[in-house]
């Protein structure tokens, strides 16, 4: 009897430990002005949510530091340090885990003070979702703006604003729906894909955890529902396999394996791969691990790989989907926080941390400065601490890497004083720099030349009846068979020019050479930088036909209709010429 119930004791502990291993987990962060109640709040949800310990909360209420006025300083849950109690203030940023039984939380408590902006870089950098407090009493501040803006610039896609202290102005609904509407202007502008506001009382847990009876006109869930709830999207948008290689482990003369940690696609045995920037081709053999051996391996997991094939590759160096690979440059653009009281210098050597890659980089512009107030463009010169801004660099060698909004991880970076040591700066990177569209030369590979020899381009339009031209397509595989097939039936030599298969640089150029051969090009990608965009317009000027900016119908028959009847412009024009001639 007893050992039946031993058993089953067993089996429901178990159960138990499953069911909340596999619960989901959201990161948050908090964010805001100094004294919004960023600690007040976070120590009133654990409070409520029974996720503090009883020695913790004796030792709180004995304190002899309370500001709150009221039986517990909830802040003090959070703040441990002893400047920050005795100044009431956050500095450093403090990580707290605590779950229901929804769903599993980690919390970064950052810190509100202009000067220690650099620490709520750090801590929202992981986060899914941003609780960004706003004083009811003081509304938007410089502070929350910038803070709001390095949330949106390090991707996170949820916002949640807790509009905080409403109890001090009577709980009016009236100065909510103002400050709700301030803050979703802002978040508008922001291009943040969902922001949800709800107001609060941290000091009196006024629909944080339970909803309040001083608010009776909102019906909206508490803080605590909607993060229990909302939507975790995936901070990965590439389909591509990115696999940065952190250590090779060679124990002895059998084995020789590739640790790291995949940053993006999925990883299986068999699966083609190709190694950067050797460019070598392989397949991998198989993933191992602790526990042994893998079928497969996703984003965020650390394993081992050993490849079929015998090839160079140490730490830096990048496994990626030869279908899919990153774009790989040595020039690009990103948005830099600036983290150190020296200001950022043009020109000087500075050292670039991305995934496992260090190099040395210069900044070569700042294009301009992120106004927090208005978030205008302004000219600069000069990148001072807490500042946000535009910068192009120049690196000594080439980087692969992705545009932070598909990859966090490939798509950002740290910058190093090389002398200090230090960490000065946090860049996103968004685009990579074009280069010379005369010639260009990559690693392992020839120079490309573009070049016309003595057959020049209106023969070849003579010789073909039409003017050469570029169709750029975006994400619509369907269509760009269709279109293939109906421009070939009408005359034209065509050529469908996958661009996710080529770096930044290599594109234009080979759309150039193309396009010089009189063929009509359909460039499809699941996404075009704009600098490409621009090069490649300036290249065929009114030849040039960027479908995504032409809103074509939903309908690939439809939208094909639509293509057809523009192209035939390129006919007309030729004819009329010949007929010009004739005459």
């Known amino acids: 009897m007893l050992s039946a119930l031993d058993t089953g004791f067993e089996d429901g502990f178990h159960s138990f430990l499953d069911r909340d291993i596999n619960?989901?987990?959201?990161?948050?962060?908090?964010?805001?002005?100094?004294?919004?109640?960023?600690?007040?709040?976070?120590?009133?949800?654990?409070?409520?949510?029974?996720?503090?310990?009883?020695?913790?909360?004796?030792?709180?209420?004995?304190?002899?530091?309370?500001?709150?006025?009221?039986?517990?300083?909830?802040?003090?849950?959070?703040?441990?340090?002893?400047?920050?109690?005795?100044?009431?203030?956050?500095?450093?940023?403090?990580?707290?885990?605590?779950?229901?039984?929804?769903?599993?939380?980690?919390?970064?408590?950052?810190?509100?003070?202009?000067?220690?902006?650099?620490?709520?870089?750090?801590?929202?950098?992981?986060?899914?979702?941003?609780?960004?407090?706003v004083d009811a009493t003081k509304g938007l501040l410089a502070q929350t703006r910038r803070?709001?803006?390095?949330?949106?610039?390090?991707?996170?896609?949820?916002?949640?604003?807790?509009?905080?202290?409403?109890?001090?102005?009577?709980?009016?609904?009236?100065?909510?729906?103002?400050?709700?509407?301030?803050?979703?202007?802002?978040?508008?502008?922001?291009?943040?894909?969902?922001?949800?506001?709800?107001?609060?009382?941290?000091?009196?847990?006024?629909?944080?955890?339970?909803?309040?009876?001083?608010?009776?006109?909102?019906?909206?869930?508490?803080?605590?529902?909607?993060?229990?709830?909302?939507?975790?999207?995936?901070?990965?948008?590439?389909?591509?396999?990115?696999?940065?290689?952190?250590?090779?482990?060679?124990?002895?003369?059998?084995?020789?394996?590739?640790?790291?940690?995949?940053?993006?696609?999925?990883?299986?045995?068999?699966?083609?791969?190709?190694?950067?920037?050797?460019?070598?081709?392989?397949?991998?053999?198989?993933?191992?691990?602790?526990?042994?051996?893998?079928?497969?391996?996703?984003?965020?997991?650390?394993?081992?790989?050993?490849?079929?094939?015998?090839?160079?590759?140490?730490?830096?160096d990048m496994l990626v989907s030869p279908s899919a690979p990153p774009q790989v440059s040595r020039r690009f653009e990103a948005m830099v926080v600036w983290l150190h009281p020296r200001p950022l210098e043009l020109n000087r050597a500075y050292l670039v941390k991305h995934t496992g890659r260090q190099v040395k980089a210069k900044a070569t512009e700042i294009r301009y400065r992120v106004d927090v107030n208005t978030l205008a463009h302004a000219p600069t010169h000069q990148l001072e601490m807490n500042g946000i801004a535009a910068v192009e660099f120049e690196t000594n060698e080439s980087l692969f890497f992705d545009s932070y909004r598909r990859n966090r991880t490939t798509g950002s970076f740290i910058l190093i004083d090389p002398i200090a040591n230090a960490t000065v700066g946090a860049a996103m990177i968004y685009e990579a720099r074009q280069q010379s569209l005369g010639a260009v030369e990559s690693e392992g590979t020839a120079r490309v030349k573009t070049d016309q020899g003595t057959v020049t381009l209106q023969e070849r339009q003579q010789r073909h009846g039409y003017r050469p031209a570029i169709l750029l397509v975006e994400g619509r595989?369907?269509?760009?068979?269709?279109?293939?097939?109906?421009?070939?039936?009408?005359?034209?030599?065509?050529?469908?020019?996958?661009?996710?298969?080529?770096?930044?640089?290599?594109?234009?150029l080979l759309l150039k050479s193309l396009w010089s051969a009189g063929l009509l090009v359909i460039s499809s990608s699941t996404a075009i930088a704009q600098a490409n965009r621009e090069a490649i317009k300036a290249l065929a000027a009114d030849c040039a036909f960027d479908l995504a900016a032409l809103q074509l119908p939903t309908d690939d028959r439809e939208a094909v209709r639509q293509v057809l009847a523009l192209t035939e412009s390129l006919h007309t024009e030729i004819r009329s010429k010949d007929q010009i001639t004739v005459n």
């Open 147 to 316: 803070h709001t803006h390095i949330a949106s610039l390090l991707g996170i896609p949820n916002l949640l604003v807790a509009i905080n202290k409403l109890d001090l102005v009577d709980c009016r609904e009236d100065v909510f729906l103002r400050l709700q509407e301030d803050f979703l202007a802002l978040a508008e502008r922001l291009e943040f894909p969902a922001a949800k506001c709800i107001p609060i009382s941290a000091l009196g847990g006024d629909n944080v955890a339970v909803r309040s009876d001083r608010m009776p006109w909102y019906s909206g869930p508490t803080l605590l529902e909607h993060l229990e709830t909302v939507e975790i999207r995936p901070t990965v948008d590439v389909a591509g396999l990115r696999f940065p290689i952190q250590y090779v482990i060679r124990p002895d003369a059998s084995f020789r394996g590739f640790a790291g940690q995949v940053a993006g696609g999925i990883l299986r045995p068999g699966d083609p791969v190709l190694a950067l920037p050797s460019r070598q081709k392989t397949r991998v053999q198989s993933i191992v691990t602790y526990d042994g051996e893998l079928s497969e391996a996703g984003s965020s997991m650390s394993v081992t790989v050993k490849l079929e094939d015998e090839i160079d590759l140490s730490r830096g």
């Open 477 to 508: 595989g369907a269509l760009v068979k269709q279109l293939e097939r109906s421009l070939f039936e009408r005359g034209f030599e065509v050529l469908v020019l996958e661009g996710d298969t080529l770096s930044s640089e290599a594109l234009p």
């Open 23 to 133: 619960k989901e987990l959201l990161r948050f962060t908090t964010a805001g002005s100094v004294d919004d109640g960023k600690s007040t709040l976070i120590g009133r949800l654990l409070h409520d949510s029974k996720a503090v310990y009883e020695d913790q909360l004796a030792s709180v209420k004995k304190s002899k530091i309370n500001r709150s006025g009221g039986p517990i300083d909830f802040s003090l849950l959070t703040d441990g340090l002893r400047a920050e109690r005795e100044q009431g203030i956050t500095i450093d940023v403090a990580y707290r885990y605590f779950s229901t039984s929804r769903r599993k939380f980690i919390i970064a408590d950052t810190p509100g003070h202009e000067e220690y902006t650099r620490n709520m870089a750090t801590g929202a950098s992981t986060a899914d979702l941003a609780v960004i407090l």
